[in-house]
């Protein structure tokens, strides 16, 4: 079996979505381009050799739209949990347990994320070279989570959404005596300043994710 990849995903136009962009971005199209990052990171993870796709999405009643909106061939799973943490949990213990040697949690808040750095993980966790692989955040957390093996205990106590999140995350790997594997650093997107560097990274390219970049040439045209 191949090891998988679960893209976080909520489902656009069932919930808010950017909300730290809605100040200077409308709602709609703050789901728009949410939209277009989700299926550019789709696209992406199609294109990858042995990788098994899913995207776990939230919330649960819109798995109709979800089944719209993704790619056909792509496996929907539903987050499951109180918090990111129990979301996580459950969703990497599912993976596993359906046999997968290796199980990872990506976001899809970071459109130019080389697929490079999700080859790595997957190659750490099948080769057993670490028991967690974490992909660092700029902004304190992490982009992308992966286990070998359940460890429920790991996301428990964490403050999400905060600059901690990756640092306490590795203390309480620590103390569990799990072998960790860092990925290098990426930068998400959320709030305005994050927008105008991709739009700049973005600019003139005509590589990359194809559907955030007309995006962003509409949104600063």
């Given at each position: 079996?191949t ?9 656009p ?27 550019d990171?789709l ?10 796709s ?18 056909p061939?792509i ?5 499951e949990?109180r ?13 596993i347990a359906d046999?997968h ?10 459109p ?7 080859l ?13 692989v974490l ?36 203390e ?19 709030t ?11 600019a ?8 955030t970049?007309?995006c ?5 045209s």
């Amino acid at each position: 079996m191949t090891p998988a990849v679960a893209v976080m995903a909520k489902v656009p136009g069932l919930v808010p979505v950017k909300s730290r962009l809605h100040h200077s971005l409308a709602p709609e199209m703050a789901t728009l381009l949410y939209r277009c990052f989700l299926l550019d990171r789709l696209d992406a993870l199609a294109a990858l050799p042995r990788i098994h796709s899913v995207v776990a999405f939230t919330p649960a009643h819109g798995r109709r739209l979800m089944e719209a909106l993704a790619p056909p061939g792509i496996r929907l799973v539903a987050q499951e949990g109180r918090d990111l943490g129990e979301r996580l949990s459950n969703l990497l213990a599912a993976l596993i347990a359906d046999g997968h040697p290796g199980a990872m949690a990506l976001d899809s808040d970071s459109p130019t994320l080389p697929m490079a750095h999700v080859l790595e993980a997957a190659e750490v966790l099948v080769g057993g070279a670490a028991d967690v692989v974490l992909g660092p955040s700029e902004d304190g957390g992490y982009y992308l989570v992966g286990l070998r093996r359940r460890q429920a205990a790991l996301f428990d106590g964490i403050p999400w959404s905060t600059d901690r999140v990756l640092d306490l995350t590795l203390e309480k790997a620590g103390r569990l005596g799990l072998r960790v594997h860092l990925l290098p650093s990426w930068f998400d997107v959320d709030t305005e300043s994050d927008l105008r560097r991709l739009h700049e990274e973005l600019a003139g390219r005509s590589d990359g994710p194809v559907r955030t970049r007309r995006c962003l040439e509409a949104i600063y045209s």
